[in-house]
């Protein structure tokens, strides 16, 4: 059974930082690119950053580039998404995601596998 299990979303304010995890299970880690995708009440699901793993490249939307990392722990199949500096706009339920094109594609209709999402809220 495929598995994407997000942690670590919860409320902050405004400047400060979360980590959230995603911990794969179910599917040949390697073989998949792993991103994060948020939605925001009203708004559509956006991509915000992937890390392909064949090579660890990483990419980011322009709203959170230089604020968010994006990481992996091979040995754990996690992936991890370190946000600093973070704004109320960044306001939203964050979903990991799995496919193999992910970091190609971005786009949220063709990603084959989904976490259950985590709250993220910043307060101002």
């Known amino acids: 059974e495929v598995q994407l299990v997000e942690s670590g979303g919860g409320l902050v304010q405004a400047g400060g930082s979360l980590r959230l995890s995603c911990a794969a299970s179910?599917?040949?880690?390697?073989?998949?690119?792993i991103g994060w995708f948020r939605q925001a009440p009203g708004k559509e699901r956006e991509g915000v950053s992937c890390i392909r793993r064949r090579d660890n490249n990483t990419n980011y939307a322009r709203s959170v580039k230089g604020r968010f990392t994006i990481s992996s722990d091979n040995a754990k199949n996690t992936v991890y998404l370190q946000m600093n500096s973070l704004k109320p706009e960044d306001t939203a339920v964050y979903y990991c995601?799995?496919?193999?094109?992910?970091?190609?594609?971005?786009?949220?209709?063709?990603?084959?596998?989904w976490g259950q999402g985590t709250q993220v809220t910043v307060s101002s």
């Open positions: 179910g599917f040949t880690f390697d073989d998949y690119d």
């Open positions: 995601a799995a496919d193999p094109s992910l970091c190609r594609t971005v786009v949220a209709a063709l990603v084959e596998y």
